[in-house]
């Protein structure tokens, strides 16, 4: 049986053999190719809610928090280095959660943030994050408490205090629940854009106009330009991604990917156009192509809370020898 082609989430572009490619200053001869979008994704996120007391110092005890977000283990003394505190003045619980999955929470929704260093601790009081407890009250909004791993930012956990006049519960006894966040995704592979998988450009035909200053000589290295003006997007992140599993699979557990990738590439972007050789793994080696079997993702990401938030674009491409 013949093997299928990889499939890859990016359109990039044909060879280009007498040009060499730079993302910020394109040499004649070489086009970028637009990005499309050939991903439907729905995200939900789940948020547990614990209520409390109103005006008291309460107690947040995360001892019995041992599985993540994701249904990872976790250790609560040595998994947990920080623990955030944030509050929402005038968004509901279901508002932040659904800001929060489809990454579209600003600056101006937030009023105030805290924060918790536990040590080998595993609780911390309202105190220890520096707030003061007179604020703690049912009228002051959506207090999101995020609980981050190491390096900062890696996030672990989410729970919301619900300050209520009736209760009188002083402790917040955090427990797991998992996962926490899920996308419904729908990947369109009926119309896949043909893609060298070694690299190369699209040639600019002679009869356009051809500005020979900006020709290069001698060998090039292989790029991977892509362009998403048409898109209308503000990216500040791009991924390249490669998984072995099916992809019905890739899609039921698409808000955990970044685990399931066998290989992961990222880059930092702006404007409208990069090139994807300057995308780098977590160990420092460049994407030099689109080799290996399975299926690739190229997403256009915005710096989000968590991994698992809806990215702002997917395309699908086959990849092709030479």
């Known amino acids: 049986m013949r093997p299928r082609p990889s499939i890859v989430l990016a359109v990039i572009l044909?060879?280009?053999?007498?040009?060499?490619?730079?993302?910020?200053?394109?040499?004649?001869?070489?086009?970028?190719?637009?990005?499309?979008?050939?991903?439907?994704?729905?995200?939900?996120?789940?948020i547990p809610s614990y209520?409390?007391?109103?005006?008291?110092?309460?107690?947040?005890?995360?001892a019995a928090l041992t599985s993540d977000m994701d249904c990872h283990p976790l250790d609560p003394?040595?998994?947990?280095?920080?623990?955030?505190?944030?509050?929402?003045?005038?968004?509901?619980?279901?508002?932040v959660a659904s800001a929060l999955i489809n990454n579209t929470l600003t600056q101006a929704n937030t009023n105030g943030y805290a924060s918790c260093s536990p040590g080998e601790e595993t609780q911390c009081f309202l105190t220890e994050f520096g707030f003061a407890v007179d604020f703690y009250s049912l009228d002051g909004g959506v207090y999101l408490l995020e609980f981050d791993g190491s390096p900062v930012g890696d996030l672990r956990a989410l729970a919301v205090l619900r300050p209520d006049p009736e209760s009188v519960v002083t402790v917040a006894t955090i427990v797991p629940v998992c996962p926490q966040a899920s996308l419904e995704v729908s990947l369109d592979l009926t119309d896949p854009v043909e893609i060298p998988a070694a690299g190369g450009g699209v040639r600019v035909p002679r009869s356009?106009?051809?500005?020979?200053?900006g020709s290069c000589g001698g060998e090039?290295?292989?790029?991977?330009?892509?362009?998403?003006?048409?898109?209308?997007?503000?990216?500040?992140?791009?991924?390249?991604?490669?998984?072995?599993?099916?992809?019905?699979?890739?899609?039921?557990?698409?808000a955990a990917r970044e685990a399931l990738a066998a290989e992961r590439f990222t880059l930092d972007v702006s404007g409208t156009s990069a090139d994807l050789a300057d995308a780098t793994s977590a160990?420092?080696?460049?994407?030099?192509?689109?080799?290996?079997?399975?299926?690739?993702?190229i997403e256009l990401r915005k710096n989000s809370w968590f991994e698992g938030s809806v990215p702002l674009s997917v395309t699908v491409v086959e990849a092709q020898d030479p």
């Open 14 to 46: 044909s060879g280009c053999s007498n040009c060499c490619v730079d993302a910020s200053d394109q040499h004649a001869g070489v086009l970028p190719v637009a990005l499309v979008s050939h991903a439907t994704i729905v995200g939900e996120l789940t």
């Open 51 to 62: 209520v409390t007391a109103e005006r008291v110092d309460v107690l947040i005890d995360w």
């Open 77 to 95: 003394v040595d998994d947990i280095a920080g623990v955030g505190l944030i509050r929402f003045p005038k968004l509901s619980e279901a508002e």
């Open 208 to 213: 356009l106009p051809f500005d020979d200053s």
């Open 220 to 254: 090039s290295e292989p790029s991977w330009l892509v362009d998403w003006e048409e898109l209308s997007i503000s990216p500040n992140e791009l991924v390249v991604a490669r998984y072995t599993i099916p992809v019905s699979e890739l899609e039921a557990q698409f």
């Open 283 to 297: 160990l420092g080696d460049r994407f030099d192509g689109f080799d290996g079997e399975g299926v690739w993702l």
